[in-house]
């Protein structure tokens, strides 16, 4: 079994920046393309980007410019960096996991791939 732990997240104002960051733990041999989704109030769960073993990065649209993920095998570890927020990067934050590596759709969907996920966390962004 895998575990996930997200760490960082919270209130920010718009224009502003903060870290996530997920750590797998337990078998995490398992582990190969790792993502974060979020889930925005009333909203469906919604794709921010996945990163695999190669790494091959795949972001959504509306976060291309100002994300950056990077994924660190060897620490089993994802983190995020969110720059230039806006209020409507606010939502829960989710990290999650899957065995096999990144496909580019992956990040279009509502993770329903993906086998492993943590508790989520929350970002919050004050106009």
């Known amino acids: 079994q895998v575990q996930l732990a997200e760490f960082g997240g919270g209130p920010v104002q718009a224009g502003g920046s903060l870290e996530l960051s997920c750590v797998a733990s337990?078998?995490?041999?398992?582990?190969?393309?790792m993502a974060w989704f979020r889930q925005a109030p009333g909203k469906e769960r919604e794709g921010v980007v996945t990163?695999?073993?190669?790494?091959?990065?795949y972001y959504a649209d509306s976060v291309k410019g100002r994300f950056t993920a990077s994924k660190d095998k060897r620490k089993a570890t994802l983190t995020l960096q969110m720059n230039s927020l806006k209020p409507e990067d606010t939502g829960v934050y989710y990290c999650?996991?899957?065995?096999?590596?990144?496909?580019?759709?992956?990040?279009?969907?509502?993770?329903?791939?993906?086998?492993?996920w943590g508790q989520g966390i929350q970002v919050t962004v004050s106009p």
């Open positions: 337990g078998d995490v041999e398992k582990v190969n393309c």
């Open positions: 999650a996991a899957q065995r096999y590596s990144c496909s580019s759709w992956l990040v279009e969907t509502d993770g329903a791939k993906f086998h492993f």
């Open positions: 990163v695999d073993d190669w790494p091959t990065t």
